[in-house]
């Protein structure tokens, strides 16, 4: 746990240096200042403009030619989103007291291909464990089935101790983090430690040194242990489940297995959001919310766009073997374990 305690006390110190480093100006609490504070905000702390693609000046000229002395406030939200937008990151939210703006395409352009009414009740006949943000049990063919929600439900040693006992006996075990929008990066070590019998690189963290797009540190590597002494840890075949909602925290999760030994990632393509967030706040008080720090797999990668399928592994579901009572992806897994 001490790694994810050290990057956000990392992320902090920076972003506090950062700010004292160099003169802020200050802005007027009127439409133009509003957007110039925000659009300043994002040039001089966002992480991910060369994996965006994203010419920024540009993208300031388009909107600012938007922004009146006379609009309302309702009206210069709609245009800083708007702008926002242009970043395609689902960790970019602007929040005023009436609205909070998203990007939502980064998922929304995708098919939904995840129903866990359908797993419940196709595969369980509803008799399934429920523990710690789990739910669990034992498919046919003696295959182990985790599906775990939300990275944000934090996950009890005592309570993965009972479920990994419980499966202990299956040949092989699908973890699905379908539509799992992420959470806390301490329940991804807690989880992650007990499929590592070592301390295990598991990815890097680069953060900005200055207000240049271009101003990043060299990455600090990050480290996990195995689960301690006494606890449950799996050393038989997985698969891990993914579609386009899986994100952030998820999306990391999905990184670190893909590299470990005996584990294949298998549906579509994750949805990516590996950087860690940070908020500010521009003049009339409406917060931010970007990426400030670049997380990258073991390999030096940044997973941004989202983590690919192991190779041999992709499958979407199949809308007529869902109303048949089959969900494809769920299927390809067992099949994989099966194998």
């Not at 240096?17 to 509003?34: F, Q």
């Not at 997380?295 to 499958?315: F, K, Q, R, Y």
């Amino acid at each position: 746990m001490r790694n994810i305690f050290f990057i956000t006390s990392l992320i902090s110190a920076i972003f506090m240096g950062l700010t004292s480093c160099h003169k802020i100006e200050e802005r007027a609490d009127d439409p133009r200042g509003n957007f110039e504070a925000l659009w300043s905000i994002l040039d001089e702390h966002y992480c991910f403009f060369k994996e965006k693609g994203v010419d920024w000046d540009q993208v300031h000229d388009k909107y600012a030619r938007r922004i009146g002395s006379e609009m309302t406030r309702e009206e210069l939200f709609i245009v800083c989103a708007d702008m926002l937008d242009e970043l395609r990151d689902g960790h970019v939210n602007l929040s005023a007291p009436f609205n909070t703006s998203y990007y939502r395409k980064w998922w929304s352009d995708y098919p939904q291909n995840f129903n866990k009414r359908l797993i419940e009740e196709s595969y369980f006949n509803f008799n399934y464990r429920q523990s710690s943000g789990m739910m669990y049990g034992l498919l046919e063919n003696n295959i182990g089935y985790i599906y775990y929600e939300n990275f944000s439900a934090t996950v009890g040693e005592g309570n993965l101790d009972y479920a990994l006992n419980f499966l202990a006996a299956a040949r092989g075990l699908i973890i699905d983090i379908r539509d799992n929008g992420g959470g806390s990066l301490t329940n991804v070590e807690t989880l992650v430690a007990r499929f590592i019998d070592r301390p295990t690189l598991v990815g890097y963290i680069s953060h900005k040194t200055g207000p240049g797009h271009d101003d990043f540190s060299e990455p600090y590597a990050i480290t996990y242990n195995p689960a301690g002494p006494g606890r449950v840890r799996w050393a038989k075949p997985v698969v891990v489940l993914t579609n386009r909602s899986t994100f952030s925290a998820a999306n990391n999760f999905a990184s670190v297995m893909k590299l470990l030994p005996g584990v294949r990632i298998a549906g579509a393509t994750t949805g990516g959001g590996s950087g860690m967030p940070y908020s500010s706040e521009i003049p009339c008080g409406w917060s931010v919310r970007f990426s400030a720090c670049s997380m990258l797999d073991a390999n030096g990668v940044s997973t941004e766009g989202g983590v690919t399928p192991t190779e041999g592994c992709a499958v979407d579901m199949d809308p007529q073997d869902a109303l048949n009572g089959k969900d494809t992806m769920l299927e390809k897994a067992m099949e994989l374990l099966n194998n």
